[in-house]
């Protein structure tokens, strides 16, 4: 799917869930390209901008394991996508 709101973020959730339970702490996750961010700390304690469903997956699954910029490494502003197929 390559609309919004369609359930992607919804069938991430529900993957991870399933593989968390069988795997146990072993689960990453990546969102390679993303358009709405919110502001998060870093384990260094810098401000970044990640993507709203990465800093959901990380706090929801405890993925403190994983760092916030290994998981969301691309920001792109709203209406980039538009723009750029228009």
Sequence with gaps: ATRQHVGKTSVSLALC????????????????????????KTCSGERM???KDVKL??????????????MSPAIIPRGYTKAFID
Aim: proline share 5%; glycine share 12%.
């Design 17 to 40: 869930s399933g593989l968390q339970k069988r795997f146990g702490r072993k689960l990453g996750f990546i969102k390679p390209v993303g358009q709405e961010h919110v502001p998060v």
């Design 49 to 51: 901008k990640v993507d």
């Design 57 to 70: 997956i990380r706090t929801h699954f405890g993925l403190n394991h994983m760092h916030y910029e290994h």
